[in-house]
């Protein structure tokens, strides 16, 4: 590591210490002003996503675009997923589908898709039919038939929670830059997959894609939410930090390819343990690109 990056490095730790430990904790005399930061700390905090480098299409020596499920019952997958109970805990805390979710709402994440192509834009009236259910009882029904005006009590409303979605699903470019001489990785999407909302209460319900996020579209964003950082809750990373260094664990379910992108599981059908190592099988080639690049 030269001069340079080890300045960075220490610059961008101590700049997250004042940033991301919960503000003016320390000093507060009553708990209304936990979290309340002054004029001048909020003048001296310029913290910013770190904006991408350009990267010329002629010094990609080779690229490989993957799509990978995110699995979120898996430990290392915990702070995309976490915390589902928002009752009980401060509002600095959401998880990702939560932050997500709110932004879409109020306009910050303006642009939003039906597939990975990002080919279809959809709006938020556009998905709320995949989000939520709107159910009559049978006394409705009843209530109805009779000639009544339908009582609110007897309206079931289901809607997709944090605690609903299961998994992520990304998308993202693996290539190899000549004038870096290694492999980078740039995420391109990101889409939150629930059980499908109309059949949400059944043993096995069907998975769908909510909707898709141009990720570096909602970067500002996510940079300003917070994941919780089990070894050190004073240094939360930024959603933004943890999905670009890949703080997750995925599985490739979709590489580029010849017969149209096809999934794995179209080629490689019921038998998860074959699908599996597929999925390692395209990872280590990706892989082995920048190794044999000093291969002599």
């Known amino acids: 590591m030269n001069f340079k990056s080890f300045l960075i490095t220490v610059v961008t730790v101590l700049s997250a210490v004042n940033t991301f430990a919960q503000a003016n904790i320390l000093n507060a005399k009553s708990p209304e002003e936990i979290g309340v930061r002054t004029e001048a700390q909020i003048a001296i905090d ?3 996503a770190l904006p991408y480098g350009y990267v010329d299409d002629r010094d990609i020596l080779f690229s490989k675009m993957t799509w990978e499920k995110v699995v979120l019952d898996e430990r290392a997958n915990f702070p995309l997923y976490y915390p589902i109970d928002t009752n009980n805990i401060g509002s600095d805390r959401r998880s990702l589908y939560d932050v997500l979710m709110k932004n879409i709402k109020n306009g910050n ?7 990975s192509y990002f080919t279809t834009k959809r709006t938020l009236k556009d998905i709320e039919a995949a989000l939520s259910k709107v159910d009559t009882t049978e006394l409705g029904i009843e209530q109805l038939n009779a000639g009544e005006e339908l009582s609110g009590e007897y309206i079931d409303r289901r809607d997709i929670t944090a605690a609903d979605i299961t998994e992520y699903r990304v998308k993202g470019l693996w290539y ?11 995420l391109l999407g990101i889409a ?3 059980p499908d909302v109309n059949f949400i209460d059944e043993e096995e319900p069907d998975l ?3 909707f898709w996020v141009f990720f570096p579209d909602a970067r500002d964003v996510l940079h300003e939410a917070k994941s919780f950082n089990n070894e050190n809750s004073a ?3 930024s959603f933004d930090h943890l999905l670009n ?3 997750f664990h995925g599985y490739v379910y979709q590489e ?3 017969q149209g992108d096809r999934k794995i599981n179209e080629y490689v059908s019921q038998n998860a343990l074959m699908q599996l190592l597929e999925s390692d099988r395209i990872k280590t080639k990706i892989r082995d690109f920048e190794l044999d690049m000093w291969t002599y």
Not at 109 to 115: G, H, L, M, S, T
Not at 176 to 186: I, L
């Open 245 to 247: 260094s890949r703080r």
């Open 256 to 258: 580029e390819n010849v």
């Open 46 to 48: 310029n913290d910013q």
């Open 176 to 186: 190899f830059d000549k004038r870096q001489a290694e492999m980078k990785y740039r």
């Open 192 to 194: 939150p997959v629930s």
């Open 109 to 115: 994440i303006e642009n939003i898709y039906d597939d």
């Open 208 to 210: 769908v894609e909510l």
């Open 235 to 237: 240094i939360p990373f």
